[in-house]
C-alpha cells in the first residue's frame, strides 16, 4: 500500500470519528425548532418576570436608597446588574414550567402536535428537543449557581449592607472550636470587622492529657500573609506541660499558625450563599472534622444547588404531557397548572431545607425531596401524555 493510500485511510478514519462526534447530526429540522421556541420562550419569560420584579423592588426600596445616599452607579451595577442572575436562577424551574406550557399548548391549539403525532414522530421522539433545551438550561444554572452567583452575591451583601439594611453580624462571643487534632480554641470576643480577638484559649491535648495550654490577650488574624491561618498573639503565656514538670514561655507579640480563619469564627444570615461550591464542599469538610453543628445549612445549600440542575428535566416533562394534548379552552388551564406545580416546587424546596436544618432531616435527602415526589408526578404525567 503507498503512502497516498495511507493518507486516504486515515483521513477517512478520522472523517468518520468526526462526523460521530458532531452532536448537531442528531439534531434535525423538528429539534431544531422546538429548542428555538424553548429556549426563546425561556429568555422572554425571565425578562418579563425579572423587569415587573425590579420595578417592585425599586418602589419596594427608593426609600431606604435616598435615605443612606446610595450612588446610581451602585444601585445598577453593585445591586441589580447582581439582583437579575439570582432571582432568575432562584426561579429558574418557574421559568422552565411556564416556557413549556405556554408555547406548547400553542403548538397543540395549532394542532402542530396532532401532526408530528399523526407523521409518525413518537411522544417519546418529540421529547428529545425538550430534553437537550433542559439540558443546556440546568448546565447553566448549575454553573451560575455554584461559580458566578455566589461572588455577585458578596458585592450584593456589601452592597445591602451599606446603602439598604446596614445590619450585618460582625462580631461573635464565646467561639470554641477544634482547630487541628487534638487542639481546641476558644475566643471570648471576636471583632470581624477588625479582624481581632479578645481572650485567647488554645489547648493541645496528646492521649487526652494536656501538654500545652496557650492563652493571649489579643490575637490578630494577618491579612497580607500570602497563605492562610497566620494569627499574631499579642501578651501571650505558653504552659508546656511534661510530666510533673512546667515550662512557661512568655512575650508581648508572636507569629503563629493556628488552623482557623474569620469565615469560621462569625456566622452572618446568608453566608452559604457566598461560597462557591468547590469552597463550600471544603469549608463543609473543615467544619464537619471540628464537630461544628452549625453545618446543615451549608450542606443543604450545596445539595440544593445539584438537585436544583435536575428540575429542569422533571418540571418539562410534566409541563409536555400537560399540554401537548389539544383541548378546548386555550392555555388557560396549563397555564393555571404550571404556576400552581412550579410554585409547589419552590415552597417544598423552602420547606424542606428548613425541616433539615430546624428538625435534623439529612441535608442531601432534604434537598432532593421536591425532585423525588415531582419525578412521581412526571411519570404519571407521561403515563398520560398523548402518543
Known amino acids: 500500500m503507498n503512502i497516498g493510500n495511507i493518507k486516504k485511510s486515515i483521513a477517512s478514519v478520522f472523517g468518520t470519528i468526526g462526523k460521530f462526534l458532531k452532536p448537531w447530526r442528531f439534531i434535525g429540522l423538528l429539534d431544531r425548532y422546538i429548542i428555538k421556541k424553548f429556549i426563546g420562550t425561556y429568555i422572554y419569560s425571565i425578562l418579563l418576570i425579572i423587569s415587573i ?37 432562584l426561579f429558574s424551574p418557574l421559568f422552565v414550567f411556564i416556557s413549556v406550557i405556554f408555547f406548547t399548548s400553542k403548538l397543540a391549539g395549532n394542532s402542530e402536535v396532532i ?16 430534553m437537550i433545551s433542559a439540558a443546556l438550561i440546568s448546565i447553566l444554572n448549575f454553573y451560575l449557581g455554584s461559580f458566578v452567583i455566589p461572588k455577585n452575591t458578596v458585592v450584593k451583601q456589601n452592597f445591602e449592607m451599606m446603602y439598604k ?18 487542639m481546641i480554641a476558644y ?6 470587622v477588625r479582624k481581632r480577638g479578645y481572650g485567647f484559649f488554645l489547648d493541645k491535648f496528646e492521649n487526652k492529657q494536656l501538654v500545652s495550654h496557650m492563652t493571649a490577650w489579643e490575637i490578630q488574624y494577618d491579612t497580607i500573609s500570602d497563605s492562610k491561618y497566620h494569627w499574631k498573639a499579642m501578651n501571650y503565656q505558653i504552659r508546656s506541660l511534661k510530666g510533673y514538670r512546667e515550662r512557661i514561655t512568655k512575650g508581648t507579640q508572636i507569629d503563629t499558625l493556628i488552623m482557623m480563619e474569620p469565615t469560621d469564627l462569625v456566622f452572618s444570615k446568608g453566608q452559604q450563599e457566598t461560597f462557591t461550591s468547590p469552597q463550600l464542599k471544603d469549608y463543609i469538610d473543615k467544619q464537619i472534622n471540628r464537630g461544628s453543628s452549625n453545618v446543615v445549612q451549608y450542606e443543604v445549600e450545596y445539595h440544593k444547588r445539584i438537585a436544583s440542575s435536575f428540575a429542569s428535566f422533571i418540571l418539562t416533562l410534566i409541563g409536555v404531557s400537560l399540554s401537548s394534548r389539544k383541548r378546548k379552552g386555550g392555555m388557560g388551564m396549563y397555564l393555571g397548572v404550571g404556576l400552581a406545580l412550579s410554585f409547589g416546587y419552590i415552597l417544598l424546596q423552602t420547606v424542606s431545607a428548613t425541616f433539615a436544618i430546624q428538625a435534623g432531616m439529612p441535608a442531601m435527602l432534604a434537598a432532593w425531596i421536591p425532585n423525588m415526589l415531582f419525578a412521581v408526578i412526571a411519570y404519571f404525567c407521561y403515563r398520560h401524555a398523548p402518543n
Do not use: C, W
Not at 168 to 178: E, H, I, M, P, Y
Open 53 to 89: 420584579s425590579i420595578v417592585f423592588d425599586i418602589n419596594e426600596n427608593l426609600a431606604k436608597f435616598t435615605e443612606y445616599h446610595a450612588p446610581l452607579q451602585a444601585i445598577i451595577f453593585d445591586y441589580y446588574l447582581n439582583f437579575i442572575p439570582y432571582f432568575a436562577n
Open 115 to 130: 401532526s408530528m403525532l399523526a407523521a409518525g414522530v413518537s411522544f417519546k421522539r418529540l421529547l428529545r428537543p425538550y
Open 165 to 182: 439594611n446596614k445590619r450585618k453580624n460582625t462580631s461573635a462571643d464565646n467561639v470554641q472550636l477544634q482547630v487541628g487534632e487534638g
Open 187 to 192: 475566643i471570648q470576643h471576636y471583632d470581624n
